[in-house]
């Protein structure tokens, strides 16, 4: 559920969290929020996590995700340099095992 920042970090009189009114004419552009539902599992990994880094939940997440969409990208890339290097040698089963590792690689089994 998306719940944007600007309206929960204001009271009903219009003032932000510190009480300050904000400066008429001007827009903070702050980033959209997300509220997440973790399986109690996981949910106990990010905290064990969290004390671990000395962070707070929220941040851990963060990072935790920030992790996994590099490690993803990563994955990517080698595969890709892999395939490229490969391709140079047109062995039929050289071909058949990079299908596999492409299956692998994009359906992460």
């Known amino acids: 559920m998306k719940m944007p920042q600007s309206d929960a970090n204001r009271d009903k009189r219009g ?54 969409l590099e490690s993803q990208e990563n994955r990517k890339r080698e595969f890709f340099k892999r395939l490229k290097t490969n391709l140079a040698s047109d062995d039929p089963k050289q071909e058949d095992r990079l299908v596999d590792d492409f299956r692998a690689l994009i359906l992460g089994r």
């Not at 399986?39 to 990072?63: C, F, H, L, N, Q």
């Open 15 to 68: 003032r932000d969290a510190g009480g300050r009114k904000p400066k008429t004419g001007r827009r903070i552009n702050l980033a959209p929020r997300y509220s997440v539902g973790l399986p109690a599992g996981v949910a106990r990994e990010v905290e064990r996590y969290a004390k671990v880094v000395d962070t707070s939940m929220s941040k851990a997440i963060t990072a935790l995700v920030r992790i996994g």
